[in-house]
Protein backbone atom coordinates (compact mmCIF):
# COMPACT_ATOMS: atom_id res chain seq x y z
CA UNK A 1 0.00 0.00 0.00
CA UNK A 2 1.42 3.77 -1.21
CA UNK A 3 0.89 5.82 1.32
CA UNK A 4 0.53 9.68 1.01
CA UNK A 5 3.41 12.07 0.95
CA UNK A 6 3.68 14.55 3.41
CA UNK A 7 4.55 17.89 2.72
CA UNK A 8 6.59 19.54 5.46
CA UNK A 9 7.60 23.20 5.21
CA UNK A 10 9.36 25.17 7.77
CA UNK A 11 7.65 28.91 7.60
CA UNK A 12 8.26 31.99 9.71
CA UNK A 13 9.92 29.59 12.47
CA UNK A 14 6.93 27.29 12.26
CA UNK A 15 7.53 24.12 10.94
CA UNK A 16 3.71 22.40 9.34
CA UNK A 17 2.78 19.48 7.45
CA UNK A 18 0.35 18.10 5.41
CA UNK A 19 -0.34 15.23 2.69
CA UNK A 20 -0.41 15.78 -0.63
CA UNK A 21 -1.48 13.43 -3.94
CA UNK A 22 2.05 14.05 -4.78
CA UNK A 23 4.88 16.53 -4.02
CA UNK A 24 5.85 19.37 -5.44
CA UNK A 25 7.84 20.04 -8.59
CA UNK A 26 11.32 20.61 -7.75
CA UNK A 27 10.75 19.72 -4.12
CA UNK A 28 13.33 17.55 -2.31
CA UNK A 29 11.71 14.09 -1.34
CA UNK A 30 12.79 12.20 1.73
CA UNK A 31 12.04 8.61 2.06
CA UNK A 32 12.04 6.65 5.45
CA UNK A 33 10.40 5.78 8.24
CA UNK A 34 8.67 7.29 11.51
CA UNK A 35 11.22 6.41 13.76
CA UNK A 36 14.08 7.19 11.05
CA UNK A 37 12.46 11.01 10.80
CA UNK A 38 12.56 11.27 14.86
CA UNK A 39 15.32 10.18 16.09
CA UNK A 40 17.25 12.44 12.99
CA UNK A 41 15.20 15.36 14.67
CA UNK A 42 16.16 14.52 17.67
CA UNK A 43 19.86 14.07 17.30
CA UNK A 44 19.74 10.47 18.28
CA UNK A 45 20.54 9.40 14.52
CA UNK A 46 23.29 10.92 12.72
CA UNK A 47 20.83 11.82 9.79
CA UNK A 48 24.48 12.37 7.60
CA UNK A 49 25.11 8.79 7.97
CA UNK A 50 21.96 7.48 7.69
CA UNK A 51 21.90 9.03 4.36
CA UNK A 52 25.25 7.55 3.04
CA UNK A 53 24.14 4.05 3.71
CA UNK A 54 20.48 4.33 2.59
CA UNK A 55 18.37 4.18 6.02
CA UNK A 56 17.07 8.02 4.47
CA UNK A 57 16.57 7.87 0.46
CA UNK A 58 17.13 11.09 -0.99
CA UNK A 59 15.40 12.61 -4.61
CA UNK A 60 16.50 16.39 -5.04
CA UNK A 61 18.94 18.22 -2.41
CA UNK A 62 19.71 16.22 0.58
CA UNK A 63 21.16 19.04 2.39
CA UNK A 64 17.55 20.44 2.82
CA UNK A 65 17.08 18.18 6.04
CA UNK A 66 20.63 19.64 7.43
CA UNK A 67 19.43 22.95 7.36
CA UNK A 68 16.40 21.72 8.81
CA UNK A 69 18.17 19.83 12.32
CA UNK A 70 20.14 23.48 12.09
CA UNK A 71 17.26 25.57 13.29
CA UNK A 72 15.59 23.20 15.25
CA UNK A 73 15.88 23.64 19.75
CA UNK A 74 17.67 20.97 21.21
CA UNK A 75 15.36 18.21 22.90
CA UNK A 76 14.72 18.73 26.59
CA UNK A 77 13.12 15.36 27.82
CA UNK A 78 12.36 17.10 31.17
CA UNK A 79 10.14 19.67 29.59
CA UNK A 80 7.22 20.35 31.72
CA UNK A 81 4.13 20.15 29.23
CA UNK A 82 1.61 20.13 32.19
CA UNK A 83 2.34 21.60 35.08
CA UNK A 84 0.13 21.59 38.03
Do not use: C, W
Amino acid sequence: MRKSPYLTELRHGVLNHRTVPEPPSGSTVFTLTRRTLIGALTGQLDAAAALADGTIAVTGDPTVVGRLVEVLAPVDPDFAIVTP
